[in-house]
């Protein structure tokens, strides 16, 4: 299993400019989720998808869009770049979405994305 | 307002040696505590995860302790080593359904 995998590992963009963040996994887990890490804050929550179809925005959703057309992959999008989109981005997935569940949840390696 | 506060915010300690990091909480109601491991330039990795009704819980030389009634959890590494010089994030689920992360204890372990 290559467990969560993300790419691409580094990416620098120009304001305004548009990319996907790649994410995929292969242990057939129904959750996936993005979040943002920022020096100083803890993980913060995008996006996060149920099953294949489902999506639904977090704590941070402004300037990203997702969609989960199946099961193991699950792409981020930045529709405009910005400045304050700087940051660490981490893909995870879980057997289990529900918090109250006590399934391991799976982290990528990461992008981190430099906007200038 | 859901919260989790990490102490020491970083630690440095010489190989061999345990240590403790702390993790206070404000999450309600409350579902399970997690810890989790960072390395550097890479994602969390899991340690331990305790629900409510467990106050202990070991993972090879971690161990996690949990007071629901006080709203405290530490994480005890025991004869450390290098390879244990990272971030570790406590995360505590519950409050609605969400995940709460702490800020992370960023520890170094030197020979």
């Known amino acids: 299993n290559a467990g969560v995998t993300q790419t691409p590992k580094f990416q620098v963009l120009k304001t305004g400019q548009s990319m996907t963040l790649q994410c995929a996994q292969d242990?057939?887990?129904?959750?996936m989720s993005w979040y943002r890490q920022d020096p100083g804050m803890g993980l913060r929550l995008i996006h996060y998808?149920?099953?294949?179809?489902?999506?639904d925005q977090g704590e941070v959703p402004n300037g990203y869009n997702v969609s989960r057309s199946t099961t193991e992959d699950f792409p981020l999008r930045l529709l405009s770049a910005a400045p304050s989109q700087t940051s660490v981005y981490f893909c995870a997935s879980s057997y289990s979405g529900t918090a109250a569940s006590t399934d391991t949840q799976y982290f990528g390696p990461g992008t981190r994305l430099t906007v200038l | 307002k859901n919260q989790v506060e990490q102490s020491p915010q970083s630690l440095i300690i010489l190989e061999g040696k345990n240590c403790t990091l702390q993790?206070?909480?404000?999450?309600?109601?409350?579902?399970?505590l997690r810890w989790y491991k960072q390395d550097t330039g890479r994602g969390p990795v899991s340690l331990t995860i305790m629900t409510f009704s467990e106050n202990t819980k070991s993972n090879g030389r971690y161990t996690a302790t949990l007071d629901a009634d006080t709203k405290q959890s530490s994480l005890h590494i025991t004869a450390s080593q290098l390879s244990d010089s990272a971030s570790y994030i406590c995360v505590v689920a519950g409050g609605g359904n969400k995940l709460t992360f702490g800020t992370g204890t960023q520890l170094k372990v030197e020979l």
């Open positions: 242990m057939n887990h129904e959750y």
């Open positions: 998808s149920v099953g294949a179809g489902i999506t």
């Open positions: 993790c206070n909480y404000t999450v309600s109601p409350f579902s399970n």
